[in-house]
């Protein structure tokens, strides 16, 4: 009887500390795409520009920070070298604008799905011409199997959420016929 009320104490404190545990901002190398492989290389330049993101607060799941997005896709288009140059600051060709529209994160749960929602634009800075305006959605799922603390899974989550969420986009921007 003694060892029952032991044995419960400890799996409530287990319980707590799995659903309070301190959240991490999700981290820019986890949500760059590592296998991407685009068939386009545009001999042009690149600005990428991030909104939409927040901090993550210690009390909150996971959320996605402007700076790591930006530093995410511009890896990612280095890595696949779909533009000659990112440019941070200065005359690029062109603009890649991301927005986080939605980021939306389970509360408690075995498995955590997080769905993404963002928009992107990319805009020929020397004609003005946006070459490209679309929302694109994906979602990252992690297992108990992946990480025993639920702000793992959940962190996990938004990074697999954001990894396929930049590969969606740059395949489109590869999709494009796209002039210096």
């Known amino acids: 009887m003694k060892y029952r009320k032991?044995?419960?104490l400890v799996l409530a404190g287990a319980l707590l500390v799995n659903l309070v545990g301190c959240a991490s901002p999700a981290n820019k190398d986890e949500m760059t795409p590592s296998d991407?492989?685009?068939g386009q290389k545009f001999?042009?330049?690149v600005q990428v520009k991030t909104a939409g993101g927040s901090e993550t607060g210690a009390m909150e799941g996971t959320n996605i920070s402007d700076a790591d997005l930006k530093a995410a896709i511009e890896q990612a288009i280095s890595n696949t070298e779909l533009f000659n140059k990112v440019i941070q600051v200065g005359d690029a060709n062109y603009l890649l604008a991301v927005s986080i529209t939605s980021l939306s994160k389970p509360v408690f749960g075995l498995t955590f799905t997080v769905n993404l929602e963002t928009?992107?634009?990319?805009?020929?800075?020397t004609t003005k011409k946006v070459e490209l305006r679309k929302v694109v959605s994906s979602t990252g799922t992690a297992?108990?199997?992946d990480a025993a603390i639920a702000v793992g899974r959940i962190q996990m989550a938004v990074e697999r959420a954001a990894k396929q969420n930049i590969s969606q986009g740059l395949t489109d921007v590869a999709s494009l016929?796209?002039?210096k």
């Open 6 to 8: 032991v044995l419960q």
């Open 36 to 38: 991407l492989v685009l």
């Open 43 to 45: 001999n042009a330049t």
């Open 119 to 125: 928009t992107w634009s990319l805009t020929n800075l």
């Open 143 to 145: 297992t108990f199997g």
């Open 177 to 179: 016929n796209l002039k």
